[in-house]
């Protein structure tokens, strides 16, 4: 297993819309994409792109999670972190079936079977406490445009 290129860091947020002006206003963000839900994992997203070493738009993006009606997980964090916080980083692989493998072949407890994620391509997650108490997201390399 070797380590790809972080992606995004997951934010979990008792609101997006409140959580876009933060990101707009006080750290002037410019590159924000239209929130969208993700019913199947029960939370709506966002998208914030951050500039990359050269300026360009093509850093880490922060993704913005606001939990669904009936999503536990992500209400969860919110009823221990009420104004919202890191939930999650997640990191490239070319292979996502590979990698999986790859951590259970190491013992990490993989959550759930490799699902479509919000950028389109297979993601699953690994428990905090395999991953030095970080809940992390592991997603194939999206191809093309993200």
Known sequence: ?????????????PSIADSIVFYRDVLGATQICEPFD???QGVKVCFVDTPGADGAQNGTQIELVE??????SIAGFLEKNPGGGQHHLCYEVPDIHA??????????RVLGEPRIGAHGTLIFFLHPKDMGGVLTEIMETPK???
């Open 67 to 72: 939990p669904l009606p009936g999503n536990t």
């Open 38 to 40: 993700l019913p199947e």
């Open 144 to 146: 093309g445009d993200h």
């Open 1 to 13: 297993m070797k380590l790809g290129r972080l992606n995004h860091i997951g934010v979990a947020t």
């Open 99 to 108: 990698a999986k493998a790859a951590f259970e072949a190491m013992g990490k």
